[in-house]
């Protein structure tokens, strides 16, 4: 049990065009998901916070209009990079919590590369 | 704040040798700690998480991790490392927030291993 499944596993686009990463929980629903971002050979950095049926909680230095996060439903939770740049380039992950004992599952990763 | 360090950006160690991966952690409160695994271009899977009690923790694949308060660590060990073992291995606090408990990630060990 607990399969999150992320899509697309990677995607290029043009500069300037936008992106939706899809994250879902499989078998379970989750309240919470979380959506990172890791540059190569580096840590994860949370980006946001989803809770479903209310406004994402965005980290620090995080662009919300750039990073669009919508979790309307209790499996499903989409990112959307708006208006993508070369420098948005990066391997994006969500996690899905069930519950709030840690209960994180993570996705397989979606590699963005913007051309 | 809460942050995790991982000294060891790169480990190599031959097969059927022990390991241990360091982490130290600066949290004010009980922490919550885990040790994730990561595979190329692929999301992370819990090895093993520490909430309270025992502070030797036994996780999958054989891997245990020991927490110690006075040294503010918890390195993970195993006994016998197989080649499949290679992969990126974070260390991570989680810390709760009121609404959400999230996890601060370290910057990862990339561990080799040779036959």
């Known amino acids: 049990g607990a399969v999150v499944s992320q899509h697309p596993s990677w995607v290029i686009c043009k500069s300037g065009t936008s992106v939706k990463i899809e994250c879902r929980s499989l078998?379970?629903?989750?309240?919470?998901m979380f959506w990172y971002r890791q540059f190569p050979k580096q840590s994860l950095m949370l980006m946001a916070t989803s809770n479903e049926g209310s406004k994402a909680t965005y980290e620090q230095g995080v662009e919300k209009d750039k990073f669009l996060i919508n979790h309307a439903s209790l499996t499903l939770s989409t990112l959307t990079v708006t208006s993508a740049h070369p420098e948005d380039s990066s391997f994006y992950i969500c996690?899905?919590?069930?519950?709030?004992?840690?209960?994180?599952?993570f996705g397989s990763g979606t590699r963005l590369t913007v051309v | 704040a809460q942050s995790v360090t991982q000294p060891d950006i790169h480990i190599t160690v031959s097969e059927g040798a022990s390991l241990e991966l360091r982490c130290n952690y600066s949290y004010g409160a009980t922490p919550y700690l885990f040790w994730y695994v990561q595979s190329p271009g692929q999301g992370l899977q819990l090895l093993l998480k520490?909430?309270?009690?025992?502070?030797l923790v036994q996780g999958i694949k054989g891997f245990e991790a020991e927490f110690k308060r006075s040294q503010s660590s918890f390195n993970l060990r195993k006994p016998s490392v197989h080649w499949s073992d290679a992969a990126e291995y974070f260390c991570?606090?989680?810390?709760?927030?009121?609404?959400?408990?999230?996890?601060?990630f370290g910057t990862g060990t990339r561990l080799q291993v040779t036959l």
């Open positions: 078998d379970f629903q989750a309240t919470t």
């Open positions: 991570a606090v989680g810390v709760e927030t009121g609404t959400a408990s999230k996890l601060t």
């Open positions: 996690s899905a919590s069930r519950d709030s004992l840690y209960g994180y599952t």
């Open positions: 520490y909430f309270s009690g025992d502070t």
